[in-house]
């Protein structure tokens, strides 16, 4: 059994059904119930973490996928098993999908000016910035469970993201029409992402 875990629906509606992979939602900043969620159905063979992420690096375009090959939150670098990473790119590069590979950095906060992708890109060398995988891979490493991230870049390195306080939408409707293209892009990235990775890793014939 494989876990997959993302932080909203949009994130994982592309995802098909695949025998041997079960699909949480997770909510930010809260480690017990995401324990729970994902422990549920016994203790799986691999955790996934997926979902969108703010692009850094600025050769990465909405809908690009990262493969973490390290997940750095609050100082912390998770390392992503070097075996797990070969199978996956394998598993991904036979259905014509080549993800990036590189560091991804976990915050707090929604990172979404060009200024702040800048100066975290400068700083951490991450191809990507997200809000989850970075507890979710401290708990797998402390758990001795298995662990990947993949992220699809929802708004690039050089876009500001423009819906990120209340009241947004409204104000900027042309933004919301894009930033929901944007989704949909990113999202269809994911599923066939994933898909492919469920296929490998849990056995199913999807």
């Given at each position: 059994m494989i876990v997959v875990a993302a932080c909203f629906r949009i994130e994982t509606a592309w995802i098909p059904k695949i025998p041997g992979t079960r699909v949480v939602r997770v909510r930010i900043g809260a480690p017990s119930g995401?324990?729970?969620a994902i422990t549920a159905g016994g203790r799986p063979d691999l955790l996934?973490?997926?979902?969108?992420?703010?692009?850094l690096d600025p050769r990465?375009?909405?809908g690009d996928l990262?493969?973490?090959t390290e997940v750095i939150h609050h100082g912390?670098?998770?390392a992503i098993a070097p075996e797990l990473l070969t199978r996956a790119r394998a598993a991904?590069?036979?259905?014509?999908i080549h993800p990036a590979p590189g560091r991804l950095v976990t915050a707090a906060r929604v990172i979404g000016k060009k200024a702040e992708k800048e100066r975290l890109h400068n700083e951490t060398e991450a191809l990507g910035v997200e809000m989850e995988a970075g507890r979710l891979a401290e708990w797998a490493d402390d758990n001795g469970l298995p662990f990947l991230a993949v992220k699809s870049v929802l708004d690039p390195a050089g876009v500001?993201?423009?819906?990120?306080?209340?009241g947004d939408v409204l104000r900027h409707p042309i933004a919301a029409i894009s930033a929901g293209f944007a989704a949909i892009r990113a999202g269809r990235a994911i599923g066939?992402?994933?898909g492919t990775l469920a296929r490998e890793f849990a056995g199913g014939e999807g």
């Amino acid at each position: 059994m494989i876990v997959v875990a993302a932080c909203f629906r949009i994130e994982t509606a592309w995802i098909p059904k695949i025998p041997g992979t079960r699909v949480v939602r997770v909510r930010i900043g809260a480690p017990s119930g995401f324990a729970r969620a994902i422990t549920a159905g016994g203790r799986p063979d691999l955790l996934i973490s997926t979902g969108f992420c703010g692009g850094l690096d600025p050769r990465l375009g909405t809908g690009d996928l990262i493969l973490a090959t390290e997940v750095i939150h609050h100082g912390r670098a998770i390392a992503i098993a070097p075996e797990l990473l070969t199978r996956a790119r394998a598993a991904l590069a036979r259905e014509g999908i080549h993800p990036a590979p590189g560091r991804l950095v976990t915050a707090a906060r929604v990172i979404g000016k060009k200024a702040e992708k800048e100066r975290l890109h400068n700083e951490t060398e991450a191809l990507g910035v997200e809000m989850e995988a970075g507890r979710l891979a401290e708990w797998a490493d402390d758990n001795g469970l298995p662990f990947l991230a993949v992220k699809s870049v929802l708004d690039p390195a050089g876009v500001e993201l423009p819906l990120s306080k209340p009241g947004d939408v409204l104000r900027h409707p042309i933004a919301a029409i894009s930033a929901g293209f944007a989704a949909i892009r990113a999202g269809r990235a994911i599923g066939r992402g994933i898909g492919t990775l469920a296929r490998e890793f849990a056995g199913g014939e999807g």
